[in-house]
């Protein structure tokens, strides 16, 4: 399948109705990521697309990036992560999108970056526990965005 025939990823993920999806609006929707190692590993999607943050009007720039500041805000808040990554990249994926990531010390990678080489296998226990405040995650960035 060529580039220009393949399904968009983003664009499928947002159609279908997931558990993934915590926030949207008529510009934006917020997923979390479904990463076993990374327990509240967040996603900011722009909804069309539109492949450089350039490419939006400066009101749409800001809306995203506030979404990204209160979303990285909500996971420092409920997470309690050592850093928090966030990043921008996505070369085969035509829409803007940031990656919002909760960094601890005892991660797979850390202290590399999430797509270096591992450095340690994953601590069940401290996954586990992790995983138990994405409930607690999905309201706080609900409440956030919505007020």
Known sequence: MTQAARP???CTLLAAPSDALVWHDDKLSVVLVNEASYPGFVRVVWNRHVKEM????PADRMHVMNAVWQVEAAVREVMAPEKVNLASFGNMTPHVHWHVIPRYTDDVHFPNPTWG???RAPDPA?????SALLVQ???S???KLSS
């Open 54 to 57: 350039t490419d939006l009007a």
């Open 141 to 143: 960035i609900i409440a």
């Open 137 to 139: 995650l999905r309201a």
């Open 126 to 130: 401290a996954l586990a526990a992790r």
């Open 117 to 119: 080489e591992a450095q």
């Open 8 to 10: 968009c990823d983003l």
